[in-house]
């Protein structure tokens, strides 16, 4: 076994301060030949100037890290290098580039802890500290909670500078010019004379010479790309069918695979029987695996066939059979043993609380993440290496997982990250791609592509949390006085984690995360978490805690400010004690003419809330149609600190906004019999083309630092439509979906 | 049987019901259709048998047989993009662009019906292609991009 797996199967104790100290992992140095994977591929006069830009005689790749599950991450990742490099993007091509610890992932350390992003003590920022210590150690290259700018930011730009300057140098020692003269342009270095040297001319020479250590970036005026539209350099493929998807992929010789395993996932398979699949056509192996079958064959849809042929007696669920029992467990979790955190307690609760009060419980629904294209991987296994080509967000866990079942070396497994059709945080997990080497070890030396069917991809999703409110409050003189929020929800990290064999410790900040780090100043304000016993596998859907935890706050709030009689916007402007928090809100106010009046059957919701770093507020207008509400318009701003790319940012809060709403709406996932009830899309709907409102999109650009925009956007969705929904038709929606309650149109 | 996909003849060796989607996928390597749901439900494997919008994952391909199959590969290419791909270029539509491919073939067979259509007309004939990413203000946003241009303005 090798180091990385060893290390992966630690628990990491980030909450400890015992190793505090001595992190020491400056983006601007590449020193050591070991911190750039790229070199190992080199041959002579190709460079790699820091791991994230190669130069061979073809020309200009920028690695691009962070994968792309439609969020625009290879441009806008393209882009920061690009900037200082001094390249365009129609002139350099794009690649994830190979699993290493080398692009750990900075950001996503921060934003495991239970630590609000504004909390600069000392506790926080030594635990910080530790946690990249962490994540660097195990490499944890992972493209997730909203990270690739805020992480890429500044290490990216300072990539492109470093590499720039390295090329100037090697002009330099070739032309005999001082480097300082010199002009870079378009993938030219420009001597003084006026003379051009492409980078791929300088590349042999720069090879050898030592980086620089320390190069200044930029002045943001100076900018030629960052903050301007670009065109993404995926969208002429997404547009003619040309984009090849992890799924799409062929090789010589490929067989075609698929797996069918218990429907309640991770339970076991008691006994099968194959006889009759064995016989259909195209069918080359039909393979045992844990919890279920894999088949082997010529072709997918002969697979799909084989796989349903197979009579199989399926194991007990390791879950709760119905539904009922799930609810029942939540609801049983609100106990002083089950006390998770209390990231909020000020004022005195208890006392202004002990009688008139209004108690009320909220409910969020199991979600799939559900992206359109399901997962896949093609997996060749070598003599004495294995290679895996899938889309996945987490390819340094892939490398290590597939290293322990096979006992070859984490370096002899080759992940090569493919383009994703959508993820959601579905793509965090890698069991598909363990059935599919497990598949592929049964015909050495041959490609097998193994397809999951969108009815096998919903029944083995890990899912959005399940997740349960308890609220009190009380309005005082026309304002909020006390507002006391308990939420209680299995731990998803717990879940997620573990099936990695980590362990952020005992609090898990994602049962509090979207309420209990709130920039409001409420007299009387309580938040406290409930971990409540592991019940289906979770994993981290677009927006994680948050996307459940900011329905319950500000829907709550919102009930409050009703009671009080005071007006949603005015007081939560009243109430929010950070400028980049009301700037979202007020821009919000200022675009939906908030105040002004309605016709009868008509209402306006708002909603706030900080995930990720980045403040949202949202505006939903809707109207009782008579046959049903209709959501008419949307109003968002969020403050990222910078736009990257203004066309990315403003198709990520509509997609988010949309993502929100939908769900919101129509979606959930249910038990019965131990398994999950909805199999395919027709029972997973989300929104509608007809039912999409017009959405209306601001940026702002005050926040202290930069930060992301893929899943920001969804937490305030289902609030702010639940609020409009009230403000037309005084029915207050507690559950989702609503369209448990209310028929939209 | 014999199936003619974007002006080329080929033969293949497949059961009459294997759906039209898998033969172009598995058999004939023509990856624009994509498999989504496998039950004609979210639209992203759509292709035109005859001209018409078909479900080619619940299609059997036998029912193709004599007639001309096109998909998003026939109506243009990066070199020399249909009317309806250069809208959507230029309105940046594609998020992860996976049910792209269903979408535009969708609206290219609309638009050819309809150069002129009216928001509700847009939203009836685009609602049955499921989009994840949320892209529907952008898709709407092309539709109207690519109906000018259809109608030469």
């Known amino acids: 076994m090798g180091i990385v797996s060893k290390i992966t199967r630690r628990t990491l104790l980030v909450g400890s301060m015992a190793v505090a100290g001595g992190v020491a992992f400056g983006i601007y140095a590449y020193k050591s030949p070991q911190d750039n994977p790229l070199l190992d591929d080199l041959t002579e006069g190709e460079a790699a100037l820091t791991p994230y830009v190669m130069i061979t005689a073809a020309g200009v790749t920028l690695i691009t890290p962070r994968a792309d599950k439609g969020q625009g991450a290879y441009s806008v990742q393209a882009a920061l290098i690009a900037e200082e490099l001094d390249v365009d993007l129609d002139q350099v091509s794009v690649d994830p580039g190979p699993p290493s610890a080398v692009y750990y992932n900075t950001a996503l350390a921060n934003e495991a802890l239970p630590f609000s992003p504004s909390d600069q003590s000392n506790i926080a920022n030594a635990a910080r500290a530790v946690a990249d210590a962490a994540m660097k150690f195990i490499g944890m290259q992972i493209t997730g909670g909203s990270t690739t700018v805020a992480d890429g930011f500044t290490k990216l730009r300072a990539a492109g500078a470093i590499a720039r300057e390295t090329l100037k140098a090697a002009a330099a020692q070739e032309s005999g010019h001082d480097a300082s003269q010199m002009r870079t342009e378009r993938g030219m270095v420009i001597l003084p004379n006026g003379e051009r040297i492409s980078y791929a001319r300088l590349a042999p020479t720069a090879a050898k010479m030592r980086l620089p250590e320390n190069v200044g970036l930029r002045d943001p005026s100076s900018w030629r790309l960052i903050g301007k539209s670009m065109q993404r350099v995926d969208i002429v493929a997404k547009s003619t069918g040309t984009q090849t998807y992890g799924i799409d992929l062929r090789f010589d010789d490929m067989l075609h695979a698929t797996v069918r395993r218990n429907p309640a996932n991770g339970g076991a398979m008691a006994s099968y029987d194959a006889s009759a699949a064995e016989g259909m056509r195209g069918v080359e192996k039909i393979v045992e695996l844990p919890g279920g079958v894999g088949v082997i064959a010529d072709n997918t849809w002969r697979a799909f066939q084989a796989a349903n042929a197979v009579e199989i007696e399926w194991g007990d669920p390791p879950f709760p059979a119905e539904m009922d029992a799930h609810w029942a467990t939540l609801s049983r979790s609100f106990t002083a043993e089950n006390l998770n955190s209390r990231p909020l307690d000020a004022g005195n609760v208890e006392a202004v609380l002990s009688d008139e009060t209004i108690e009320l419980e909220y409910r969020a629904p199991y979600l799939a993440h559900a992206p359109l294209e399901p997962v896949s991987a093609v997996v060749q296994v070598g003599d004495s290496r294995i290679d895996i080509w899938t889309g996945t967000q987490v390819p340094r866990f892939i490398q290590a997982n597939v290293a322990d079942l096979t006992g070859l070396k984490p370096e002899d497994i080759h992940v090569h990250v493919q383009m994703m059709g959508g993820s959601f945080g579905h793509r965090l997990e890698d069991d598909y791609v363990l059935h599919a080497v497990r598949l592929a070890m049964e015909v050495p030396g041959r490609p097998v592509k193994m397809t999951y069917s969108r009815e096998e991809d919903m029944a083995h999703d890990y899912l959005r949390q399940i997740a349960m409110a308890r609220v009190r409050g009380t309005a005082r003189n026309g304002q909020v006085h006390a507002f006391d929020l308990s939420i209680a929800m299995p731990s998803v990290s717990e879940s997620q984690m573990g099936r990695q064999g980590l362990s952020l410790g005992e609090t898990d900040p994602i049962i509090v995360t979207g309420a209990g780090d709130q920039p409001y100043s409420i007299p009387n304000y309580r938040v406290t978490g409930y971990k409540a016993p592991q019940l289906a596998p979770l994993s981290s859907w677009r927006s994680v805690g948050a996307s459940t935890n900011a329905f319950f706050h500000e829907s709550f709030l919102d009930e409050l400010i009703h009671a009080a009689g005071a007006d949603p916007l005015e007081e939560r402007l009243r109430l929010l004690n950070d400028a980049t928090a009301r700037g979202v809100l007020e821009a919000v106010g200022d675009m939906s003419n908030w105040g002004t009046p309605m016709e009868r059957g008509r209402g306006r919701g708002v909603a706030f809330a900080r995930s990720f770093g980045t403040p949202v507020a949202e505006v939903v207008e809707v109207t009782d149609t008579g046959n049903g509400i209709r959501i008419d318009k949307v109003y968002v701003a969020a403050d990222v600190g910078r736009v990257v790319d203004p066309v990315n940012f403003d198709n990520m809060m509509k997609g988010g906004v949309i993502f929100g709403l939908g769900h919101a709406m129509n979606c959930e996932i249910t038990f019965a019999n131990g398994r999950i009830e909805q199999e395919n899309f027709y029972a997973f709907e989300g929104m509608k083309l007809y039912q999409c409102p017009d959405i209306e999109v601001r940026a702002l650009e005050n926040g202290p630092a930069v930060t992301g925009i893929g899943e920001p956007p969804v937490p305030p969705a289902a609030p702010a439509l639940a609020n409009a929904i009230y403000a037309a038709t005084r029915q207050r929606l507690r559950e989702m979906p609503f369209s448990k309650f209310v028929t939209f149109v | ?153």
């Open chain 2, 1 to 153: 049987m014999q199936l003619n996909v974007n002006g080329t003849a080929y033969e293949v060796d497949v059961e009459p019901d294997m759906p039209l989607l898998w033969v172009l996928r598995d058999e004939l390597g023509i990856t624009g259709p994509k498999y989504g749901c496998g039950v004609a439900f979210c639209g992203a494997c759509t292709v035109w048998v005859d001209g018409m919008v078909v479900r080619s994952c619940s299609y059997p391909a036998s029912a193709a047989e004599d007639a001309q199959i096109t998909t998003i590969e026939g109506i243009g290419n990066p070199d020399a993009l249909h009317a309806v791909q250069a809208a959507w270029v230029e309105e940046q539509v594609a998020q992860c662009g996976y049910c792209q491919s269903g979408q535009i073939m969708t609206a290219a067979a609309f638009l050819q019906e309809n150069n002129n259509p009216s928001d509700t007309e847009i939203d009836d004939a685009m609602s049955a292609n499921l989009c994840r990413c949320g892209t529907y203000p952008k898709i709407r946003a092309a539709i109207k991009r690519a109906a000018t241009s259809l109608r030469g303005e």
